[in-house]
């Protein structure tokens, strides 16, 4: 079994800065940051595998980056440039003996 809680969400203003956290039990997983807009499907945000190769949604490339402290079992996301349509519920994903991992989820709300 493998827990995950976020934390790190709140309210934030355009161009504004945000850092998001997640703590994970157990040992190190292939993992990533994943968000749902209201009456949205959840979209993949960004992933990191286990030895630290990272993927973006294009959508951020450039303004948030993920990563990892193994020895903490944590993953961080850190969103710079925040954008109105960044808005959502980011969820925190671990994927271990292929299957999939969520958190509860953490509310980033981005005003204009």
């Known amino acids: 079994q493998v827990r995950l809680v976020e934390s790190g969400g709140g309210l934030a203003q355009a161009w504004g800065s945000l850092r998001l956290s997640c703590a994970a039990s157990?040992?190190?997983?292939?993992m990533g940051w994943y968000r749902q807009a209201p009456g949205k499907q959840r979209e993949l945000v960004a992933t990191i595998t286990s030895g630290g190769r990272t993927n973006y949604a294009d959508s951020v490339k450039g303004r948030f980056t993920i990563s990892r402290d193994n020895a903490k079992s944590m993953v961080y996301l850190q969103m710079n440039s925040l954008k109105p349509e960044d808005t959502a519920v980011y969820y925190c994903?671990?994927?271990?003996?292929?299957?999939?991992?969520w958190g509860k989820g953490t509310l980033v709300t981005v005003s204009s």
């Open positions: 994903n671990a994927v271990f003996g292929g299957i999939n991992y």
């Open positions: 157990g040992s190190i997983f292939d």
